[in-house]
């Protein structure tokens, strides 16, 4: 289901994913794989047939997470740059509800995405990757975003674009919408 003004009216708080819900960042995500993989072959680490998801675990394993943190933050910054802003980000501040971002990205890209398409003012907490210990699905982060808007989960959505949106949800005990239709696969 598209999320419609209507929809979020029925919540006090809306919390946002951010890359493929509000904006598209230009990232060539398997670029990004593939520096990552070489900044874990320079230390040892074999990733070989890994996902982005999975190398990041592995980084903690090895202890190089900051240094693949970095190799992703700085190709979620550029893109973040270039990102396109989606129709549904009309949708945030429209209902004055208290309003957070929760995403797999770094706060920073996130951030800069949100003040690339004026969307800052709207927007009372932002929670990355890197903002919390854990990432989505884990309920975690999405709990600290509800947490720093001042919101109650039983009165929040949270509005996302793939399944691993739906799983946070699901976990922290929040009612979720799709962007879009229902994906096939994790995003």
Request: proline share 4%; glycine share 10%; hydrophobic share 40%.
């Amino acid at each position: 289901m598209n999320p419609t003004k209507t929809d979020l009216a029925a919540f006090d708080a809306v919390v946002w994913d951010l890359d493929g819900t509000l904006v598209h960042l230009t990232v060539d995500w398997d670029d990004v794989a593939a520096d990552v993989t070489e900044t874990l072959d320079a230390h040892g680490v074999d990733a070989g047939g890994m996902d982005l998801w999975a190398m990041l675990d592995l980084a903690d394993e090895a202890t190089v997470r900051d240094e693949v943190e970095a190799v992703i933050a700085e190709y979620e910054s550029v893109g973040a740059r270039e990102s396109g802003r989606l129709p549904h980000a009309d949708a945030l501040g429209a209902n004055g509800a208290a309003e957070g971002v929760c995403s797999l990205n770094c706060e920073d890209a996130c951030r800069t995405a949100l003040d690339v398409h004026g969307l800052t003012e709207h927007v009372d907490a932002v929670v990355g990757r890197d903002s919390v210990a854990t990432r989505k699905p884990d309920p975690k982060p999405l709990l600290e975003t509800i947490d720093r808007i001042g919101a109650d989960p039983d009165s929040t959505v949270f509005v996302g674009d793939s399944l691993t949106d739906e799983q946070a949800a699901d976990r922290a005990g929040v009612e979720f919408l799709y962007v879009g239709g229902r994906p096939s696969s994790l995003g």
